[in-house]
């Protein structure tokens, strides 16, 4: 019962590279979440994802980062043009279920991956 | 304020006590309620969660929601060294709205002492 798996686990990208982060979410989970936890600072939601749709990049940067999750393959977490403050660990998580506000059901617990560390030098 | 408030501590239990870990949240609609813990450069890993009024045990944790006061807890009883980590409180924000981010606190970091 394979869970989340990210990769690569460490990356590391000089300044103006691009970086390439994958995420493959646990069997039977069709929902993605990216997260961005900075050193000495907390865990903060970038974008939410479904197969083929973004539901919800509200917390995504708005330039030089954008993810996907196609029909096929894992989704894909992209940042062109890094800079030293990318650095950070980015985490990747998984969901079965996920509720609208049209029904009563509420969200579904989270699982994470082990995360990709970028190093920006 | 804070969407979500954690004490950051640290906090020190002696091995065998029983360590409580607090979370405010500022959303009155929030419904999902989860407590992480994170491992010094390793990922969250779900310990517990809880959507209703009231306590939840599971072994050695119990989960508290007060919804009325905005607040949720984590009793982790019989302590041990191996529940020293950090602890995120984390709170779907915005559900009403449609919202599946999490919002977390910015961690608890517990050292249980032998």
């Known amino acids: 019962n394979a869970g989340v798996m990210q990769n690569p686990r460490h990356l590391v990208r000089r300044r103006g590279q691009e970086a390439r982060l994958r995420c493959s979410p646990m069997k039977g989970h069709s929902h993605v979440y990216w997260y961005r936890q900075l050193p000495e600072e907390g865990l903060k939601f970038m974008v939410y994802?479904?197969?083929?749709?973004?539901?919800?990049e509200s917390g995504m940067p708005k330039e030089r980062f954008s993810a996907e999750f196609p029909k096929e393959g894992p989704s894909i977490l992209r940042i062109q043009q890094v800079v030293r403050g990318d650095s950070a660990a980015y985490f990747c998580?998984?969901?079965?279920?996920?509720?609208?506000?049209?029904?009563?059901?509420?969200?579904?617990?989270?699982?994470f991956g082990p995360g990709t560390r970028l190093t920006v030098t | 304020q804070k969407e979500v408030e954690q004490n950051s501590g640290p906090l020190s239990v002696p091995e065998g006590a029983i360590a409580s870990l607090n979370c405010t949240y500022s959303d009155r609609g929030s419904q999902s309620f989860f407590w992480y813990r994170q491992y010094s450069g390793k990922s969250p890993e779900l310990i517990m969660f809880i959507y209703s009024n009231g306590d939840k045990e599971d072994g050695r944790f119990t989960a508290q929601l007060n919804k009325a006061s905005q607040y949720v807890s984590l009793l982790i009883r019989d302590s041990q060294p191996s529940d020293s980590a950090t602890y995120l409180c984390a709170v779907n924000i915005g559900w009403a709205q449609g919202a599946q981010k999490l919002v977390f606190g910015q961690g608890t970091r517990l050292t249980i002492n032998p």
């Open positions: 998580a998984s969901s079965p279920f996920s509720a609208g506000v049209l029904t009563s059901v509420r969200s579904y617990e989270q699982y």
């Open positions: 994802l479904q197969k083929e749709n973004i539901i919800d």
